[in-house]
């Protein structure tokens, strides 16, 4: 009995953290088509920030939920202003262009921040659940995606903002002849996925070794959920990350981790085959 | 006509062979000045930087102490630098160059056994000397090739004894990296955990880029083990220790290792995450001797705030340095065979972590080994080995009575 | 005009090709000789990404899965084989039948785009992972070691197989590395040159309307698809002799360099992909020995700089630059006080 409730939550908390670390990647893939290969390297610097503020004295949770995606918000105001506003509607450019942004970052955060940052514990403690130990700061990270989840549906279902957006990801000339000019809508996404890039980093950070080269292992993942979500952002996200994280806990614990990830990877290549629009291309076709 | 055909190709062959050999003798020419070129090459970018970085900067503090010294046989050492950015290709790249175009006298480097397999080959067919500084899984026998690191018998013979007898433990739970150096570790694990009457309870090998470490967890929790062996390396495996402890599991089930610290990972994780764990290594910077003091003092006075902090393989760098330097003094030349028969003479260098020996057998280092533990980001040393032998590569490599053997062998544990 | 350029583009190739051949080698120093094998190689992997991205506008993350598969089995069959030309065969012919398999998947499943770089990227990924897992000792193929995160060092070299059995000298591996990248080349261009190259442009420039003209794109993708890697395993098997083979043939650093060769070379030529590849390459090796600035930093605004300042690619700046000299030419003759405005510009 223990166990069960123990597996649980443990895929509860593998789809929440696979969805969080999608979220900032979904909504810039989703509104703007562009492919962000720097998104691990947002993570990183969300969780350098986390970790040197909260060494710097910051209690914990500001440094995560507010400094971190504000601070990695704000590179990516930059980075959208000097780089990627120059190349939308060129994909395959925007594709280099972040590639080589991800080199950059890793090299700048190697050279300003090194291998030797000193990390932050996970708060909270833990309960005892029969014969297991379980981290509460697991549950807190399931609370806090489905919060985000929740927040970006009222941002985008209930406000003026939201409504634009959604617009213009549907049809941008249209958007733009109704007077939403899409380059300022572009410059509130991409800061927006970066803020959300930096939050997920900030979460992770209590949980993984926080070092330059630590995006490398997120990209990738993300990005194939991601396009399996398909179109729609909130809707693709939760259902990718539920399936494949879901599916790819389970055959870790019913194996090993290299099954899982395999297992993963192939249940997403199934699942393109078959709904080649992503899992939301067919069935939903509303923006949210 | 056909005799001119063969007259023609002949000479043309010659032409190209004289042009292929044009370089190489300015090449030598150049070697003759009042400098001896060594050339270094390890990753201090891309993913492997944080092993590779104390590593060079050990080395350039020892070619620094003896060009200050008057340098070898009166010359002075020039250094040559090249940064493989942790891609093999890059590897076999600068190992051609440096070996052909400036015919250094002997190379050091490599940080991963991948890398290290890939110049080795090459090193051994151009004449090169080649010191590798890092711990491995141990077993590569090659006559022009020197190991200064330790490998996993020399530490885990000495460590495993001493855990199972801190922790009154018998009941060993091990994970470990999947690739080569874990899968092989975790035979001297099980080897040495049964030779002192326990047993290994399960093992789990986890690739390189996993980061939740939450089915496992939960695995040793069933298991119920009395120590906890990790073999993990890099910085996506720290994510175990920080999940480990936020399960509330920190200190509850005691851990040990041979490879936990050399990623920095005591430094990166809190203490509450870290505090307690016990490893094996040939150097620590913790250790409180005259030699060590004096060397970390050097260290600090040429980096300043810059000082990285220096693990195993750093050291062994240094020590690399040393032997090689002896060897070329004993030798009277930078000759390749008579360096390498002066270093197979069994001539000590006592190192910031105590004496270092060259096996001429295995050409790997006979070394002390100094069991510590874990305590606020910093290694508090408990007890010290003298003279470990690398007895898991002697099982195979006899250098001596097969001089010409040039393989990596798979080591199993028939010990 | 255009038939013009690529006359003119195939002769400096088959000059540049011969001059490799049959000078180069003989003038330079032995470790460039190393090296050059080693950006050869990867160049022909270039120019296959180039073919079926460039022409047969096949979006593919996937050439790694074919360069790292051709190099394993070469690898496998070269320790097994007592001849390694054997294994070299072989080695082209896997790939091209994985392609086949994976290509039928999703051609006939009618997946385009990004879709199907997302597919392509994910099949390399397990193979990553799957090689990275076999470092225990049952991944044993007969005499062959897998040996994971490792990869298989000592893989017996390429050998002529009417010769005595010697492996091929560094020399020799330089030639043949050459002579295939010119072989793959022309081959290429004659394939492109075909009724059957021109309907895959045709494909490119618009789906639909090849369809309705009744041609079926999904087997014209798919063959194409085919002999890209094809050309992909031609360079693994050739990597796996001047380097050796391990995992990092199929990461996701691989699949990213071959995208930005082409990008950075010229998407929809053969040759600029091919110079971007050697270009990125000996900028990379350059790094790496001034030890100034992080290389991985140098090389990160080094790509950022080019995508935002030579959108096209090199080849096509290389190429037009005389015509627009020609041009500012003409207009300074003509109206000196438009040439101004233009530069202002």
Known sequence: MDYIIVLILQVLYSVASLALVCAGLA????????????????????????????????PLMIAILVIAPLAVGIAGYLIERLVVRHLYGRMVDTMLATWGLSLLLVGLATMVFGNQVAGVAAPFGSVTIGAYGVSLYDVFVIGITIAVLVASYFVLAHTNLGLIARGAMQNPEMASSLGASPARIYSVTFTAGAALSGLAGGILAPLSGVVPTMGAAFVAKAFITVITGGASILTGTITASGILGGISTLTTFAINPVIGDVALLLTAIILLRFLPYGITGRFFRGAN | ??????????????????????????????????????????????????????????????????????????????????????????????????????????????????????IRPLLRRYNTLYFYPTLYEGGVCDRNFFCNGSTPAQTIEVLMPFVMEKFSGKKV????????????????????????????LDTEYFPLDVTDFGATIKNIQAAKPDILFTLLVGGNHMSFFRQWASAGLAGKIPMASSDFGVGNEHIVLTPEESNGMVAAYAYMQELETTANTAFLERLRAKFGDDTPYVNELAVSAYN???????????????????????LEDGTPFNGPGGRSVIDPRTHHAILDVHIGEVENNAFRVLESHSQRPPSDTAQFCDLLSNPNDNQQYVIGTKA | MMLKKTACEMLTVLVIGLIAVFVFPNYVAF????????????????????????????????????????GYTYAVGAFNFEVTAYAAVIAVIVPVIFS???????????????????????????????????????????????GGFNGMPGTPLLANPFGNGEPLSPHALFVLATVLLLLSYFGCRWLLSTRFGRVMVAIRENETRAELLGYDSRRYKLIFFCVGAGIAGISGMLFANAVFVSPTMFSLN?????????????????MGPVIGCIVLQVITAYLGKTGLIDPSAALGLILIVFVLLVPKGLLPLLTELPDRIRQRKKLLSAEPAASDKGEQQ
């Open chain 3, 254 to 270: 691989y699949t990213a360099q071959i995208l930005i060769w082409v990008i950075v070379g010229g998407l929809g030529t053969l």
């Open chain 2, 173 to 200: 739970y091990v994970i470990a990296a999947d690739y080569n150096y874990g899968w092989i570790s975790a035979k001297w694990v099980k080897h040495y955990t049964e030779a002192n009457g326990g047993e290994v």
């Open chain 2, 1 to 118: 006509m056909k005799q001119s055909r063969r007259t023609f190709l002949k000479s043309t062959v010659a032409v190209g062979a004289a042009s292929l050999a044009g370089p190489a003798l300015i090449g030598t020419a150049h070697a003759a000045d009042d400098t001896i070129k060594i050339a270094n090459i390890t990753d201090v970018s891309g993913g492997l930087d944080i092993y590779g970085q104390p590593q060079v900067a050990c080395l350039e503090l020892a070619v620094d102490e003896v060009n200050a010294n008057g340098g070898v046989l009166g010359k002075q050492v020039e250094l040559i630098k090249y940064d493989p950015q942790s891609n093999i290709q890059l590897y076999t790249q600068y190992a051609t160059e440096a070996a052909t175009r400036e015919q250094v006298s002997a190379v050091f480097g490599g940080v991963t056994s991948a890398s290290r397999e890939a």
């Open chain 3, 100 to 146: 086949a398999v994976l290509g039928y998947f999703m051609f006939y499943g009618r997946l385009n785009d990004v879709y199907l770089g997302v597919i392509t990227l994910t099949v390399t990924l397990i193979l990553f992972k799957l090689a990275n897992s076999t470092a225990g000792d049952i991944y044993t193929i007969g005499n062959a070691r897998l």
């Open chain 1, 27 to 58: 909504v810039v893939f989703g509104m703007m088509r562009v492919i962000n290969l720097a998104h691990g390297e947002f993570i990183m610097l969300g969780g350098f920030t986390t970790v040197l503020s909260a060494n710097a004295g910051v």
């Open chain 3, 31 to 70: 470790y460039t000789v190393i090296s050059s094998t080693i950006y050869v190689s990867l160049a022909i992997l270039a120019l296959s990404l180039a073919l079926v991205w460039g022409y047969g506008g096949i979006l593919c993350f996937g050439q790694a899965a074919f360069f790292g598969l051709a």
């Open chain 2, 320 to 342: 690399a340095f040393y032997h090689w330097v002896g060897g070329v003094e004993r030798a009277g030349t930078t000759d390749r065979l008579a360096v390498i028969k002066a």
